[in-house]
């Protein structure tokens, strides 16, 4: 039997869709808006849908006879019985303009298969894991974080998120205050997470792309910790695809090799995006 949704078009006329073959149709389960440019929410999570923490799907929405899917990264751990996405909101994006309207209720589409470089395995053992992102780029860092896999193989998580504005911070910081009360993964966390947040437009008390602030050493003395260095570290990039291209070239100046799963290493970057 062919499954149907049912869409707001224009926001007015409500328009039954067939839902495609090999998705599933999830129903939204929360959705908390933090800026007039951001915004998460929560779906159920299908009993064969697999994935690894760090990963990304293809997600959509059954608003037409041939849906517009775009990469979303899964911002929930591979142990949660949600599936949780942190999204840009782009007006005249295909599938964002009418994504960032969603409700409690509202069917959401996910591919079925799952891929993507941000993945522990992808990665050699080290003693400290950098994860540096922008913008929505923090959500598959919000899956690792809460991954216990990722705690066995490094002993330290530094977390960079930077935004325009401080108020775009948020999910990031209520992702790192609820790490100690987290019921699976909160005393591996004790003293092994740091988030460091920046902003580039507001005026904040740390300000800066994170680049620059690299290369500079603040970074390096705000933390007091030591410099980047392949014997020690790895390092994990999400975010805007200039910071992808700065971060990638900065890293590689010091001496770090390019990871994937078949051939782990001591960096990687994520390129899918959303529109």
């Not at 990264?73 to 994006?93: Q, Y």
């Not at 800066?208 to 003395?221: A, H, N, P, Q």
């Not at 933390?223 to 014997?231: F, V, Y």
């Not at 001496?255 to 995006?273: I, M, N, Q, T, W």
């Amino acid at each position: 039997m062919q499954q149907t949704a049912t869409a707001v078009k224009d926001d007015a006329e409500r328009v039954a869709f067939p839902i495609p073959a090999n998705v599933f149709a999830e129903k939204v389960v929360s959705v908390k808006h933090y800026t007039d440019r951001l915004f998460s929410f929560r779906v159920t999570r299908p009993q064969a849908f697999r994935f690894r923490s760090g990963e990304f799907v293809m997600i959509g929405l059954p608003n037409a006879e041939k849906p517009v899917f775009r990469a979303y990264s899964i911002a929930s751990p591979a142990w949660d019985e949600e599936i949780e996405f942190f999204s840009i909101k782009v007006p005249e994006g295909p599938l964002t303009s009418h994504l960032q309207k969603v409700q409690p209720g509202d069917t959401v589409l996910l591919r079925q298969k799952t891929t993507g470089t941000l993945v522990v395995d992808a990665l050699t053992p080290a003693k400290r894991l950098f994860m540096i992102s922008t913008g929505t780029g923090i959500a598959p860092f919000a899956s690792l974080v809460r991954d216990p896999d990722t705690y066995e193989k490094f002993d330290q998580i530094i977390l960079t998120h930077t935004c325009r504005d401080h108020a775009e911070l948020a999910y990031g910081v209520e992702l790192f205050e609820a790490l100690a009360a987290d019921p699976l993964i909160g005393e591996l966390v004790q003293d092994r997470v740091t988030l460091y947040s920046t902003t580039t437009r507001e005026i904040t008390p740390q300000m800066g792309r994170i680049t620059r602030l690299i290369e500079t050493g603040r970074f390096y003395e705000d933390l007091g910790i030591a410099p980047l260095s392949p014997d020690t570290d790895r390092v994990m990039i999400c975010g805007s695809m200039h910071m992808l291209k700065d971060v990638k070239e900065l890293v590689e100046s010091l001496g770090f090799k390019e990871g994937s799963l078949a051939h782990p290493a001591d960096f990687v970057v994520e390129r899918a995006f959303v529109g």
